[in-house]
């Protein structure tokens, strides 16, 4: 059975930090480009981060929306078979539920999301 399951959302003060995890079992982890996009309240779903599957770090490729460019970083650990995402100097606006996303061809799997709320 396919899951992909988010885990680190939480309130967090404007400013603060938080890493988000995303853990994939039952499909072949590696060769999968994964990311991370966001949806808030009334608002359609966008792209956070991707990053793409080679195995040496050095050899993967990462893009990241506007909006988080120089803030937020994604990771991956494909013998952990898990991505992060690292995000730093929060915004009120990041407020939103973070969902991981698996893509391989035609092939494209989800997780359940996780609540950010940057608030004071």
């Known amino acids: 059975q396919v899951q992909l399951v988010e885990s680190g959302g939480g309130l967090v003060q404007p400013g603060g930090s938080l890493r988000l995890s995303c853990a994939a079992s039952?499909?072949?982890?590696?060769?999968?480009?994964m990311s991370w996009y966001r949806q808030a309240p009334g608002k359609e779903r966008e792209l956070v981060a991707t990053?793409?599957?080679?195995?040496?770090?050095?050899?993967?490729?990462?893009h990241y929306g506007d909006s988080v460019k120089g803030r937020f970083t994604i990771s991956r650990d494909n013998a952990r078979n898990t991505i992060y995402l690292q995000m730093n100097s929060l915004k009120p606006e990041d407020t939103a539920v973070y969902y991981c996303?698996?893509?391989?061809?035609?092939?494209?799997?989800w997780g359940q999301g996780t609540q950010v709320t940057v608030s004071s």
């Open positions: 990053i793409t599957s080679a195995d040496r770090s050095a050899d993967r490729s990462t």
């Open positions: 996303k698996a893509h391989y061809y035609a092939y494209e799997y």
């Open positions: 039952g499909f072949t982890f590696r060769p999968h480009v």
